[in-house]
């Protein structure tokens, strides 16, 4: 990083097969890949301060456009100087475009060649949605990495509900890039989709090249096909895309998905799967996961993996953290979402060092010998 405004770069560090160990600077630091992101959805990781977040190893957050448009709004945060002191984080910041809350969440869609207007699903107020809107807010946010808006093709598909709606979606991408606001040190990510569709994703990836993005997520899976079906389209689709731009395989997820996709050439994931977990009792281990709210666990002294180095395991016991959810005390979803938090950090963090040494398919190997055991003997 040189200078007060470094530029925007991806650098690949290592390779070990199809994936990639790497490192992206911003105007806002850097973040190693392949990475997890911290799920900020509303400007806060729910439960923990940014101290916790960071403590766990997480260095790049994710917060969500449409909420934040809805609440406090895009222009309430800039008046208090940006996302990055609105909510105190000092590290590097995503923000989604906010097409697939507007697909899943707000109320009376009605979405043209323009845009999507729709109605909020806290109070019912209308709202238009377009890219050139879309680019504005996450501009206001000040955003670090911008991702371009799209539509968000519904699962199943035909073959020409997913063309047209990978068609628009490259239209508005064309749109998103006229839009975005260039300066040192921030970036805009185009989105492939296509659904399940061989043909229809290398076609949106040779529209997304001929743009030139910054980077490229990877959207419209981990949307019901199941892995074997995503691990394919992976398998057609990242070839396709830059080698030397960071890829982002939108919304995944389990700890199995993303060792798969790593090996696949994926370097940055999201999903709110550990937090949410975490809020409901479901722990990941080494192990495979863990439901705290069983009653097997009442009178269990242990950890909940003596192996992780988190404070959670080591400084509670199982028996406590189950009373503290059977309870409905606001502590347990805070020491198991921190848990789980550390655990995918660590997760990437241990795919880092295999890439680095050449290993990654023996880790591979030993992680799914690791998850088949399941947590029925003690952790050692």
């Known amino acids: ?103 899943s969440l707000s109320k009376l869609r009605d979405m043209t060649e323009k845009g999507v207007v729709f109605r909020s699903h806290i109070d019912g107020s209308k709202h238009e949605l377009s890219p050139e809107r879309s680019m504005e807010i996450q501009h206001l946010l000040d955003s670090n990495i911008t991702m371009c808006l799209d539509e968000c093709t519904p699962h199943p598909a035909t073959h020409d509900e997913a063309a047209r709606s990978m068609r628009m979606s490259m239209r508005w991408a064309e749109r998103c890039k006229k839009a975005f606001v260039q300066r040192p040190g921030y970036a805009l990510f185009g989105i492939n989709q296509g659904s399940t569709y061989g043909d229809l994703r290398e076609e949106s990836a040779r529209h997304l090249r001929d743009i030139d993005f910054d980077g490229y997520g990877i959207g419209g899976l981990a949307v019901g096909e199941g892995q074997a079906e995503m691990f394919r389209i992976l398998d057609i689709n990242v070839p396709a895309l830059p080698d030397d731009k960071p890829r982002y395989l939108m919304g995944v997820g389990r700890p199995d998905d993303l060792v798969g996709a790593v090996m696949r050439g994926v370097d940055m994931f999201d999903c709110v799967m550990p937090t949410r977990s975490g809020r409901t009792g479901q722990a990941f281990t080494r192990r495979g996961t863990v439901n705290m709210r069983n009653a097997r666990h009442l009178d269990d002294n242990r950890p909940l993996d003596a192996t992780c180095a988190c404070t959670t395991c080591t400084g509670y016991s199982r028996a406590y953290l189950h009373h503290l959810f059977r309870a409905e005390e606001m502590l347990g979803p805070i020491l198991l979402t921190t848990h789980n938090l550390y655990y995918y950090q660590g997760l990437m963090r241990d795919m880092r060092q295999a890439i680095e040494a050449g290993s990654l398919q023996d880790y591979a190997a030993a992680f799914h010998a690791d998850q088949a055991l399941g947590d029925v003997e003690p952790l050692s």
């Open 1 to 103: 990083m040189t200078g007060s405004n470094p530029v925007f770069s991806f650098t690949r560090l290592a390779t070990d097969g199809a994936a990639r160990r790497g490192r992206v600077t911003t105007a806002h630091g850097t973040f190693e890949t392949p990475c997890f992101m911290a799920t900020a959805t509303g400007a806060t990781v729910k439960g923990l301060t940014v101290d916790t977040v960071r403590a766990v190893g997480a260095e790049l957050a994710i917060c969500n456009t449409y909420h934040l448009m809805l609440r406090p709004s895009a222009e309430r945060v800039a008046a208090l100087g940006g996302l990055h002191k609105f909510m105190n984080w000092s590290g590097p910041i995503l923000t989604d475009s906010g097409g697939f809350q507007v697909m």
